[in-house]
């Protein structure tokens, strides 16, 4: 959270947060985006297209989840699936959760929507759409939720009218705002060429949140516009907010290391240390990295198979669970794999009676292991949230977690 400040120093010309971009031994940033990149674009071919598009809803649920943990308003991933059902609690503290967590990932979602055929990496690194972020997700919100601890209600996409602290970092002072993002205007969306693309988007997203544009909601705000900016490589299929949120400290920690001023003639030419910036990109790579990697192993089709046959053999013994069983594996898998089946075909492909395909698939539609557009219409594979544990193991663990909160 910001707060209304003292300025101790002047902070008001673009050159003071020099460079945006690093330029000396960056090798070792190249050699990682070509690690993303690769398993990026092995990741998207993996499974079906409405798989991929089941894999999407999940992983806006899961960077609503941990972007607002991150932020220290984080609610049970079961309260999230309760808030897109309009299933809100009566405790008002944990219902104000679920809006915040709901406007993110229609936000989100609209956000994606309006991202052009081309030249998109351009497209999300203009300060025009982190104003379109902040604004995309708090006009969801009515004035309550989101007004600050201390009182000030935030106006959505409208840059800050007062000079702020943030911990020890002193950001730029309101009035100069804009002159930082025109000079940002300058170097982000210029960027071309898959080598720079990656650690780009990182340095973008530490000079964007050094600047503190808003009067609150700068950090959601950052990673939404963070999320748009990877789409052209992640397809929406993996959450660089999972792997930040797991290393919250860390995350934070190396945010502040790139705020440091230059250290010596051989620390870059700019105002702030190029080292620092460095490090944090390559912070953010190593997290990026991870995340895609997981995803990939993931969707293995050979674990991916054992595990439906496991979640088909666990449900077929348990008392609460009716009309499972083992025989729906095979269609199951097909589904994830090439594409919707008929609901003819996917009881043919069971190998059971008529009457007991029938109730297996139901069954199936019902706990949403299965989706269809109608009644009567093709069946494709999803991923509800009680069987990730079992599906996607430790992808989103605490969705498997109780659920204490009223």
């Not at 309260?79 to 967590?101: G, M, T």
């Not at 000079?163 to 309101?174: E, K, T």
């Not at 969707?299 to 449900?315: K, N, T």
Request: glycine letters at 8%; hydrophobic letters at 40%; a neutral charge.
């Amino acid at each position: 959270m910001s707060v209304p400040s003292r300025i101790v120093a002047v902070y008001d010309q673009p050159h003071q947060f020099e460079p945006l971009l690093p330029q000396q031994n960056v090798g070792g940033l190249v050699e990682l985006t070509r690690s993303v990149l690769e398993k990026s674009y092995r990741l998207q071919h993996a499974v079906a297209p409405q798989t991929r598009d089941a894999l999407r809803r999940l992983v806006r649920g899961m960077n609503s989840y941990y972007s607002n943990r991150i932020e220290g308003q984080g609610t049970h991933p079961q309260n999230i699936e309760r808030a897109l059902r309009a299933d809100f609690s009566e405790s008002p503290d944990v219902a104000k959760r679920q809006r915040i967590a709901l406007a993110h990932i229609d936000a989100e979602q609209e956000l994606e929507a309006s991202m052009p055929a081309t030249d998109v990496e351009a497209h999300a690194l203009q300060s025009a759409f982190l104003l379109r972020a902040h604004d995309a997700l708090y006009r969801r919100l009515d004035a309550p939720d989101r007004t600050t601890e201390d009182g000030r209600v935030i106006e959505p996409g409208r840059l800050r009218s007062e000079d702020v602290a943030v911990g020890r970092h002193q950001p730029p002072a309101a009035a100069s705002v804009p002159l930082f993002l025109a000079r940002m205007d300058q170097v982000y969306p210029a960027i071309r060429g898959l080598d720079s693309l990656l650690f780009g988007i990182a340095a973008a997203h530490h000079r964007a949140a050094r600047v503190h544009p808003f009067g609150d909601g700068n950090g959601r705000a950052c990673r939404l516009q963070t999320h748009c900016a990877l789409l052209p490589v992640s397809a929406g299929l993996w959450s660089v907010n999972r792997g930040l949120a797991r290393q919250r400290e860390r995350y934070y920690e190396m945010l502040a290391n790139a705020d440091r001023a230059r250290q010596g003639d051989l620390d870059g030419r700019g105002n702030l240390s190029e080292r620092m910036l460095r490090e944090w990109c390559e912070f953010f790579l190593h997290v990026a990295d991870d995340q895609v990697g997981f995803m990939t192993a993931m969707l293995r089709l050979d674990g991916l198979r054992d595990r439906i046959a496991g979640l088909m053999a666990l449900r077929s013994q348990g008392a609460q669970y009716g009309n499972y069983s083992v025989q729906a594996t095979l269609p199951l898998h097909h589904v994830l794999v090439a594409g919707p089946l008929l609901r003819g075909e996917f009881i043919q492909m069971m190998g059971m009676p008529e009457r007991s395909g029938r109730r297996v698939l139901s069954q199936l539609l019902k706990d949403g292991i299965l989706v269809s557009d109608g009644p009567k219409g093709a069946v494709s594979f999803n991923f509800p949230l009680d069987a990730l544990n079992i599906l996607l193991p430790n992808l989103y663990p605490e969705a498997a977690t109780v659920n204490t909160e009223p």
